[in-house]
Nanobody
Framework: VQLVESGGGLVQPGGSLTLSCGAS????????MNWYRQAPGKERELVAG????????NYADSVKGRFSISRDNGKSTVYLQMNSLKPEDTAVYYC?????????????WGQGTQVTVSS
């Protein structure tokens, strides 16, 4: 299984970025997908999640109204559209694939992509 994030970079406050996470080696449409982030000296936190069908999403309070998660099951890709970025959004952003059921629990992580919000 491989999850590969892309789209990170340096952006000014108020700017926008779109992160992508391409998945391979798993049945992508069966997995819920999440975006987490970890800032220096802080614990990793859940930013946004989307169910396997793409019909339900959830967001951390700190990003509600600014970030949007979506997925394309045909392309095995999940996206995170980030608008009105703030310096406190600076972190390494990680993609996570999650499948839980009666038969087991599977969780996979990408390597992360750096997002820096600074003037």
């Amino acid at each position: 299984v491989q999850l590969v994030e892309s789209g990170g970079g340096l952006v000014q406050p108020g700017g926008s970025l779109t992160l992508s996470c391409g998945a391979s080696g798993l049945t992508f449409s069966s997995y819920a997908m999440n975006w987490y982030r970890q800032a220096p000296g802080k614990e990793r936190e859940l930013v946004a999640g989307i169910n396997s069908a793409g019909s339900s999403t959830n967001y951390a309070d700190s990003v509600k109204g600014r970030f949007s998660i979506s997925r394309d099951n045909g392309k095995s890709t999940v996206y995170l559209q980030m608008n009105s970025l703030k310096p406190e959004d600076t972190a390494v952003y990680y993609c996570n694939a999650l499948l839980s059921g009666w038969s087991g629990h599977w969780s996979y992580w990408g390597q992360g992509t750096q997002v820096t919000v600074s003037s």
